[in-house]
């Protein structure tokens, strides 16, 4: 499984993800009390000072990246949990996957808040790092995490609102997903990955709003 985002399909996969992100992005923030962008500040330094900093030290790449020998051999067990903070695809994909993480982080903590956009960051990216172990993959980036969270915000937003373009872009996201894995590439399984992570939390405020609906229908009975 290719776990590099380096491939001609698995490039033009994540720029169609952000093109059909950047409209429902749209939709999200009308009419939404805005937060101010603590988790995104932090996600972007956080990743970004041991993202650019390995390319003058390489050895900080080295020590954060996936490395299945060293994790299952020499017990070097944060490396699953760390790869997010390494990228392994040069110094211009790592500034490109900077911003891309402060969109989507920002986007998820104005419609979320930032336990959820934390939980559904971290997720796919932890995932496909663990399972990568199996797949003797070397490397890191913060794709799976950010692509996993694009579309977790947009089935969540298919889920909860009533726009058809939106649900439609759900329906295409995860076509893209699917046609990844199909190619044999990881960063469609992190795309599935997020699709039920926003699920869920769609899953979980449909059923609270059907319950605060129902509530308010008791009040006003006679």
Same mark, same amino acid.
């Given at each position: 499984m290719d776990t590099s985002g380096t491939s001609g399909w698995s490039i033009g996969a994540d720029l169609l993800l952000l093109a059909l992100f950047g409209?429902?992005?749209?939709?999200? $923030?009308?009419?939404?009390?805005?937060?101010?962008?603590?988790?995104?500040?932090?996600a972007v330094i956080a990743i970004g000072i041991p993202s650019l900093l390995q390319f003058a030290v390489p050895v900080v790449g080295r020590a954060l990246e996936r490395d299945t020998p060293a994790?299952?051999? +020499?017990g070097e067990w944060w490396r699953p949990f760390t790869a997010l903070l390494a990228q392994d695809?040069?110094?211009?994909?790592?500034?490109?996957?900077?911003?891309?993480?402060?969109? =989507?982080?920002?986007?998820?903590?104005?419609?979320?808040?930032?336990?959820?956009?934390? =939980?559904?960051? $971290?997720?796919?990216?932890?995932?496909?790092?663990?399972?990568?172990?199996?797949?003797?993959? +070397?490397?890191?980036?913060?794709?799976f995490a950010a692509d996993g969270l694009m579309v977790g915000l947009t089935v969540w937003?298919?889920?909860t609102q009533r726009i058809v373009p939106?649900? =439609?872009?759900?329906?295409?996201?995860?076509?893209?997903?699917?046609?990844?894995? =199909?190619l044999n590439d990881a960063h469609g399984l992190a795309m599935l990955v997020g699709a039920v992570?926003? $699920?869920?939390?769609?899953?979980?405020?449909?059923?609270?709003?059907?319950?605060?609906?129902?509530? +308010?229908?008791?009040k006003d009975a006679p």
């Open positions: 409209f429902v992005a749209v939709q999200l $923030l009308r009419g939404r009390p805005r937060r101010a962008p603590v988790l995104t500040v932090v994790t299952l051999a +020499h695809g040069g110094p211009i994909a790592a500034v490109f996957n900077l911003i891309v993480v402060g969109l =989507v982080v920002f986007m998820g903590e104005q419609s979320w808040g930032r336990l959820r956009t934390a =939980v559904a960051f $971290l997720a796919p990216a932890i995932v496909l790092n663990l399972v990568a172990l199996a797949w003797v993959s +070397h490397g890191g980036g913060s794709s937003a298919a889920l939106v649900r =439609v872009i759900a329906v295409a996201q995860l076509a893209v997903g699917a046609g990844l894995v =199909v992570v926003g $699920l869920l939390i769609g899953a979980v405020d449909r059923s609270a709003g059907r319950i605060m609906d129902a509530s +308010h229908i008791r």
